[in-house]
């Protein structure tokens, strides 16, 4: 059964100054949107509970404690779908330690794929679930930041100053 097709529950949390959107399915989390709605049009049938309920796998207070720099892994199950590709991708950015960052090239050689850093730029947007799977600690090989998917640039600023990777006072 496609995630689409599934009984989906949703909440929404403002952390940080952003607006966060949860969904969850019965077996994990399986998006997160920051100051967006996009996942309200990917999941058509879906159900509003609150932020304390478990089918949210106390996701909403790890999201607290990592905005308060007092979480630097999540502990959450996934219920993720993609392509062979992002999988593999999205399994190795789980392996960026909290702090760091590396580039889309550097991500490329780790799952033994040198020339594909474009392909892994499409499958890091694509990541369905930001700031847990850590997407915002990838940036480019000239040291820009890049984009964001999760939010958009300034979204990934912040992410980055929270963990100490940059200072925005060089910006």
């Known amino acids: ?16 100054g952003n607006s966060i959107t949860l ?3 019965p077996t994990g989390i399986c ?5 967006s709605k996009y996942g309200s049009k990917l999941f058509p049938k879906k159900s509003k509970l609150p932020p304390t309920d478990q089918i949210f796998f106390g996701l909403p207070e790890q999201l607290k404690k990592y905005f308060d720099a007092e979480l630097k892994m999540f502990k959450v199950p996934l219920d993720i779908h993609g392509t ?5 991708v999205w399994n190795e950015l789980m392996n960026i330690p909290f702090g760091e ?11 033994k794929n040198e020339k594909s850093f474009r392909a892994v730029g499409n499958a890091v ?3 369905p679930v930001p700031i847990v799977i850590p997407c915002h600690r990838v940036i480019k090989t000239s040291g ?4 964001f998917s999760g939010g958009g640039p300034k979204v990934k600023e912040r992410l980055l ?3 100490g990777c940059v200072s925005l006072e060089l910006f």
């Open 125 to 127: 947007g694509a990541n």
């Open 1 to 16: 059964m496609k995630l689409s097709d599934q009984k989906i529950f949703y909440t929404s949390l403002k952390i940080g």
């Open 31 to 35: 998006r997160i949107d920051l100051n």
């Open 23 to 25: 969904y969850s399915s």
């Open 84 to 88: 062979t590709f992002q999988l593999q």
């Open 101 to 111: 960052v590396v580039t889309y090239k550097n991500i490329a050689v780790r799952i």
């Open 161 to 163: 100053e929270l963990e």
């Open 144 to 147: 820009a930041l890049g984009g």
